[in-house]
């Protein structure tokens, strides 16, 4: 019975050529595959910024939940400020701090309940959702 297996002459020179200068050729493969997936990827996370922008939410919902967005960033800061201020042994101004960040705290939950007043109906049990800049993953805003 025959080789089922390919014993081409001119297969093996090129394998033996290519051994030693250790040219494989995988990395283009992998390069190629690679590519690829970046592509499929873009892809996806353009097709959920589209659909999130054909969602039907107004200029002023869109500044509400940025402005609720940008309070709960200044809360995180702000904490860590007091945790650090407060690792010193500067107790006080830690404690300063987070009079600052119970206010803000206020101000958030004052913004977030003018945007539930502001969505429609129809959308009140759906979240906020952005697209993530590197899976295309739906994130909540809040």
């Given at each position: 019975?025959?080789?089922?297996?390919?014993?081409?002459?001119?297969?093996?020179?090129?394998?033996?050529?290519?051994?030693?200068?250790?040219?494989?050729?995988?990395?283009?493969?992998?390069?190629?595959?690679?590519?690829s997936f970046l592509?499929?990827?873009?892809?996806?996370?353009?097709?959920?910024?589209?659909?999130?922008?054909?969602?039907?939410?107004?200029?002023?919902?869109?500044?509400?939940?940025?402005?609720?967005?940008?309070?709960?960033?200044?809360?995180?800061?702000?904490?860590?400020?007091?945790?650090?201020?407060?690792?010193?042994?500067?107790?006080?101004?830690?404690?300063?701090?987070?009079?600052?960040?119970?206010?803000?705290?206020?101000?958030?939950?004052?913004?977030?309940?003018?945007?539930?007043?502001?969505?429609?109906?129809?959308?009140?049990?759906?979240?906020?959702?952005?697209?993530?800049?590197?899976?295309?993953?739906?994130?909540?805003?809040?």
């Amino acid at each position: 019975p025959e080789c089922p297996k390919v014993h081409s002459l001119t297969m093996r020179e090129e394998y033996e050529s290519a051994s030693q200068k250790r040219d494989y050729h995988f990395e283009e493969e992998v390069l190629e595959f690679l590519g690829s997936f970046l592509r499929d990827n873009e892809r996806k996370i353009e097709g959920n910024k589209k659909r999130l922008e054909l969602t039907d939410e107004t200029p002023e919902m869109e500044t509400k939940a940025q402005e609720i967005h940008e309070l709960a960033v200044q809360i995180g800061e702000k904490v860590a400020k007091a945790e650090a201020l407060g690792a010193e042994g500067k107790v006080d101004e830690s404690l300063a701090v987070m009079s600052e960040v119970e206010e803000i705290k206020a101000k958030k939950k004052a913004a977030e309940d003018e945007y539930h007043a502001i969505i429609p109906r129809h959308t009140v049990q759906q979240q906020k959702l952005r697209a993530c800049e590197v899976c295309g993953a739906f994130l909540s805003m809040y």
